[in-house]
Protein backbone atom coordinates (compact mmCIF):
# COMPACT_ATOMS: atom_id res chain seq x y z
CA UNK A 1 0.00 0.00 0.00
CA UNK A 2 1.34 3.38 -0.65
CA UNK A 3 2.01 6.24 1.53
CA UNK A 4 -0.68 8.06 0.05
CA UNK A 5 -3.28 5.87 1.60
CA UNK A 6 -1.60 5.28 4.81
CA UNK A 7 -1.93 9.26 5.23
CA UNK A 8 -5.57 9.14 4.09
CA UNK A 9 -6.45 6.41 6.64
CA UNK A 10 -4.37 8.47 9.52
CA UNK A 11 -6.72 11.58 8.05
CA UNK A 12 -10.07 8.99 8.60
CA UNK A 13 -8.82 8.01 12.40
CA UNK A 14 -8.35 11.86 12.88
CA UNK A 15 -11.67 12.73 11.42
CA UNK A 16 -13.45 10.04 13.26
CA UNK A 17 -11.66 10.15 16.38
CA UNK A 18 -9.97 7.03 16.28
CA UNK A 19 -6.61 6.20 17.52
CA UNK A 20 -3.91 5.96 16.09
CA UNK A 21 -0.30 5.48 17.24
CA UNK A 22 2.98 5.55 15.75
CA UNK A 23 4.66 2.44 17.21
CA UNK A 24 3.40 -0.94 18.24
CA UNK A 25 1.07 -0.33 21.34
CA UNK A 26 -1.28 -2.81 22.54
CA UNK A 27 -3.86 -1.14 24.92
CA UNK A 28 -5.40 -2.61 27.85
CA UNK A 29 -8.65 -3.09 26.37
CA UNK A 30 -7.13 -4.83 23.35
CA UNK A 31 -9.42 -8.31 24.10
CA UNK A 32 -12.64 -5.80 23.97
CA UNK A 33 -11.50 -4.51 20.84
CA UNK A 34 -10.36 -7.61 18.90
CA UNK A 35 -13.60 -8.75 19.71
CA UNK A 36 -15.50 -5.40 18.22
CA UNK A 37 -13.17 -5.90 15.20
CA UNK A 38 -13.96 -9.55 14.76
CA UNK A 39 -17.65 -8.65 14.27
CA UNK A 40 -17.19 -5.92 11.85
CA UNK A 41 -14.97 -8.34 9.95
CA UNK A 42 -17.50 -10.88 9.87
CA UNK A 43 -20.21 -8.30 9.15
CA UNK A 44 -18.11 -7.66 5.96
CA UNK A 45 -17.41 -11.46 5.19
CA UNK A 46 -21.00 -12.05 5.09
CA UNK A 47 -21.72 -9.59 2.50
CA UNK A 48 -19.91 -12.34 0.17
CA UNK A 49 -23.38 -14.02 0.11
CA UNK A 50 -24.60 -11.60 -1.11
CA UNK A 51 -22.40 -10.98 -3.98
CA UNK A 52 -22.35 -15.22 -4.70
CA UNK A 53 -26.42 -14.42 -5.25
CA UNK A 54 -25.60 -11.96 -7.48
CA UNK A 55 -22.92 -13.86 -9.67
CA UNK A 56 -25.55 -16.82 -9.57
CA UNK A 57 -28.36 -15.11 -10.60
CA UNK A 58 -27.14 -13.78 -13.73
CA UNK A 59 -26.66 -10.11 -12.61
CA UNK A 60 -24.41 -8.25 -14.63
CA UNK A 61 -20.58 -8.30 -14.36
CA UNK A 62 -19.97 -5.15 -13.87
CA UNK A 63 -22.59 -4.92 -10.85
CA UNK A 64 -20.58 -8.47 -9.71
CA UNK A 65 -17.53 -6.73 -9.88
CA UNK A 66 -18.25 -3.09 -8.45
CA UNK A 67 -20.07 -4.96 -5.26
CA UNK A 68 -16.57 -7.19 -5.17
CA UNK A 69 -14.41 -4.26 -5.50
CA UNK A 70 -16.43 -2.59 -2.63
CA UNK A 71 -16.48 -5.10 -0.42
CA UNK A 72 -12.26 -5.80 -1.13
CA UNK A 73 -11.63 -1.94 -0.26
CA UNK A 74 -14.22 -2.07 3.07
CA UNK A 75 -12.26 -4.87 4.04
CA UNK A 76 -8.68 -3.46 3.48
CA UNK A 77 -9.53 0.11 4.71
CA UNK A 78 -11.03 -1.32 8.33
CA UNK A 79 -7.89 -3.23 8.61
CA UNK A 80 -5.57 -0.60 8.04
CA UNK A 81 -7.45 1.83 10.24
CA UNK A 82 -7.13 -0.78 12.90
CA UNK A 83 -3.51 -1.57 12.39
CA UNK A 84 -2.71 2.41 12.86
CA UNK A 85 -4.93 2.19 15.89
CA UNK A 86 -2.14 -0.64 17.48
CA UNK A 87 0.68 1.34 15.68
CA UNK A 88 1.57 -1.55 13.76
CA UNK A 89 3.65 -0.77 10.48
CA UNK A 90 1.29 -2.79 8.31
CA UNK A 91 3.14 -1.51 5.10
CA UNK A 92 6.23 -3.08 6.19
CA UNK A 93 4.51 -6.53 7.62
CA UNK A 94 3.10 -6.63 4.48
CA UNK A 95 6.23 -6.75 3.13
CA UNK A 96 7.62 -9.64 4.89
CA UNK A 97 4.82 -11.54 4.48
CA UNK A 98 5.08 -11.30 0.28
CA UNK A 99 8.61 -12.24 1.00
CA UNK A 100 7.05 -15.30 2.87
CA UNK A 101 4.98 -16.17 0.08
CA UNK A 102 7.33 -15.70 -2.52
CA UNK A 103 9.38 -18.69 -0.54
CA UNK A 104 6.59 -20.75 -0.90
CA UNK A 105 7.56 -22.65 -4.28
CA UNK A 106 8.12 -25.52 -5.13
CA UNK A 107 11.71 -26.97 -5.64
CA UNK A 108 11.36 -26.59 -9.40
CA UNK A 109 10.38 -22.76 -8.63
CA UNK A 110 6.83 -23.41 -9.65
CA UNK A 111 3.70 -22.83 -7.29
CA UNK A 112 2.21 -25.61 -5.51
CA UNK A 113 -1.66 -25.30 -5.04
CA UNK A 114 -4.17 -26.80 -2.73
CA UNK A 115 -7.52 -27.53 -4.26
CA UNK A 116 -8.92 -24.41 -3.15
CA UNK A 117 -6.15 -22.60 -4.98
CA UNK A 118 -4.44 -21.46 -1.93
CA UNK A 119 -0.65 -21.77 -2.37
CA UNK A 120 1.28 -24.36 -0.56
CA UNK A 121 4.34 -24.59 1.17
CA UNK A 122 7.83 -25.53 -0.55
CA UNK A 123 10.73 -26.93 0.59
CA UNK A 124 12.26 -22.86 0.72
CA UNK A 125 9.62 -21.77 2.64
CA UNK A 126 10.22 -19.59 6.17
CA UNK A 127 7.55 -18.28 8.23
CA UNK A 128 7.20 -14.58 8.71
CA UNK A 129 6.44 -14.58 12.39
CA UNK A 130 10.05 -14.33 13.48
CA UNK A 131 11.32 -11.32 11.17
CA UNK A 132 7.76 -9.66 11.98
CA UNK A 133 8.54 -10.09 15.92
CA UNK A 134 11.91 -8.43 15.20
CA UNK A 135 10.61 -5.60 13.09
CA UNK A 136 7.71 -4.81 15.86
CA UNK A 137 10.91 -5.82 18.57
CA UNK A 138 12.86 -2.81 16.96
CA UNK A 139 10.08 -0.19 16.84
CA UNK A 140 9.19 -1.21 20.34
CA UNK A 141 12.69 -0.89 21.93
CA UNK A 142 12.94 2.67 19.93
CA UNK A 143 10.20 4.30 22.05
CA UNK A 144 11.13 2.93 25.54
Known amino acids: MNTAFAARIAGMNAMYRLAANDSPTIPDDAA ?9 LIDEVHEIDEIVKMASSGAAKLEVAVALADLLGDIIVYCRSEALKY ?6 VLDLIMDSNESKLGAD ?11 LKGPNYWKPEPKIRELLAAQMAQQS
Open 32 to 40: DRLVKFKAT
Open 87 to 92: GLPLEQ
Open 109 to 119: GNPIYDQNGKF
